[in-house]
Every structure is written in C-alpha cells, then in structure tokens.
C-alpha cells in the first residue's frame, strides 16, 4: 500500500507541475476569455490516459505502472476541477457564449482523444 502511495504521488506532483507549466505558458502566449490552457491539458491528457489505458490493459500485472500513470499522472495533470471554476468565472462575467463553447468542445475533443488514444495503442 505505501509502495502504490509513492507512486500514485510521484505521478500526481510531476501530473501537476506539467499541467501548471502547460498553463502558464499557453497564458503567456495566448490571451482571451477561452481558457486555452486549461483545455489542451484536459484534452491531452484524455488522450494520454486512453493510450496508457489501451496499453496497459492489454498486459495484466501493471498495477505499479497504473497507479504511477494513470492514477497519478494523469490524475495530476488533468484538470476538470479547474475546467467547472473557469466555466462558473465565465458565466459569472457575461461570457456565457464562450462557456458553452468551452464545455462542448472539451467534452466531445475530450471522449474523442480517448478514443484515438485506445486506437494508438493499437499500434504500439
């Protein structure tokens, strides 16, 4: 159990300075009400965890690689705790237009990038 802990920790720190570095830089670069950062993150990382998904179901045995990756890892970087805060600021500010756009695309990319990402693993 403290073995799996480690592991889901060390995943979830490296998941969420990743996903932090993700977002400071597309801010710096990108500005507009959408919040950009926060969406590639979450899309990318639907992607990374159908992938690791695919890859790792595939192999029974994996527990450790789980809880480092997708348990933590993604778990860390992925972000839809900060995705429903966004939303709230926006319909909150009158941008409720930019909000709807925000919650449809990242959930129809987001169930998308997990199936691409199970198809990749395929090929791997």
């Excluded at 996903?19 to 507009?32: A, Q």
């Excluded at 993150?41 to 992938?51: E, S």
């Excluded at 900060?82 to 930019?98: D, I, P, V, W, Y």
Aim: glycine share 16%; charged share 5%; proline share 1%.
């Amino acid at each position: 159990m403290i073995r799996t802990l480690l592991l889901v920790g060390l995943g979830g720190g490296v998941g969420s300075m990743l996903r932090y570095l993700t977002s400071v830089l597309t801010n710096r670069y990108v500005h507009g009400a959408f919040p950009l950062g926060t969406y590639i993150v979450n899309i990318a990382g639907c992607f990374i965890i159908g992938w690791l998904a695919g890859m790792l179901g595939r192999h029974s045995g994996h527990t450790d690689l789980h809880a480092l990756f997708i348990t933590g890892f993604c778990g860390g970087y992925t972000t839809f705790s900060a995705f429903s805060a966004e939303n709230l600021r926006l319909l909150q500010s009158g941008n409720g237009q930019t909000a709807v756009v925000y919650i449809l695309a990242s959930i129809l990319a987001g169930l998308f990038a997990v199936w691409l990402g199970m198809q990749v693993s395929k090929l791997t």
